[in-house]
T-cell receptor, first 112, second 114 residues
Framework: GENVEQHPSTLSVQEGDSAVIKCTYSDSASNYFPWYKQELGKGPQLIIDIRSNVGEKKDQRIAVTLNKTAKHFSLHITETQPEDSAVYFCAAVNNAGNMLTFGGGTRLMVKP | GAGVSQSPSNKVTEKGKDVELRCDPISGHTALYWYRQRLGQGLEFLIYFQGNSAPDKSGLPSDRFSAERTGESVSTLTIQRTQQEDSAVYLC???WGGGEEKLFFGSGTQLSVL
């Protein structure tokens, strides 16, 4: 089955700096890669996703890049703010296309 | 309701007791997932329901865990003879169907087994 690895597990940045979280996946047939943000005491929420027919997608301060050849994808947050502090999960759809496999999560801390 | 609703929000039980956790998905969502999240850890897949298809139970950790779903509505996750290692947040999510659809998560049930 699909295996998703996520790094780093924790990331601390100064407010205004950029943050990058990286994920690798094992199934070359995977073609959908969402990112979820989980704030304390809440369930994860989708913040951005990318499909295999594009290499990059941006939404304001958030961008995601995908390298299908290398089987890795990354989340980039620019001009970080304290409210970006949360746990971020990457995911990939398995080869049957019916279920997400999540990475282990990254705890992002933005220091004011 | 507008979102995925889970109840109870918190459950404290004694080791050996059975517990039942409930999930009300968004109306019309055909797919429903249960995940377990231990403190400070990632999302551990438990079970997946899609419409009237047989559920994918491949993530259930032992035969003490079971889940049911009535049609495309409410789901219950039952843990029998609870153990301390069952302590975790149990998250439910629903979607329109298929892995490429956005998952909507509930706020979870915090289970504490004493």
């Amino acid at each position: 089955g699909e295996n998703v690895e996520q790094h780093p597990s924790t990331l601390s940045v100064q407010e205004g700096d950029s943050a990058v979280i990286k994920c690798t996946y094992s199934d070359s047939a995977s073609n959908y890669f969402p990112w979820y943000k989980q704030e304390l005491g809440k369930g994860p929420q989708l913040i951005i996703d990318i499909r295999s027919n594009v290499g990059e997608k941006k939404d304001q301060r958030i961008a995601v890049t995908l390298n299908k050849t290398a089987k890795h994808f990354s989340l980039h947050i620019t001009e970080t703010q304290p409210e970006d502090s949360a746990v971020y999960f990457c995911a990939a759809v398995n080869n049957a296309g019916n279920m997400l496999t999540f990475g282990g999560g990254t705890r992002l801390m933005v220091k004011p | 309701g507008a979102g995925v609703s889970q109840s109870p929000s918190n459950k404290v039980t004694e080791k050996g007791k059975d517990v039942e956790l409930r999930c009300d998905p968004i109306s019309g969502h055909t797919a429903l997932y249960w995940y377990r999240q231990r403190l400070g850890q990632g999302l551990e897949f438990l079970i997946y329901f899609q419409g009237n298809s047989a559920p994918d139970k491949s993530g259930l950790p032992s035969d003490r865990f079971s889940a049911e779903r009535t049609g495309e509505s409410v789901s219950t996750l039952t843990i029998q003879r609870t153990q301390q290692e069952d302590s975790a947040v149990y998250l439910c999510a629903s979607s329109w169907g298929g892995g490429e659809e956005k998952l909507f998560f509930g706020s979870g049930t915090q289970l504490s087994v004493l």
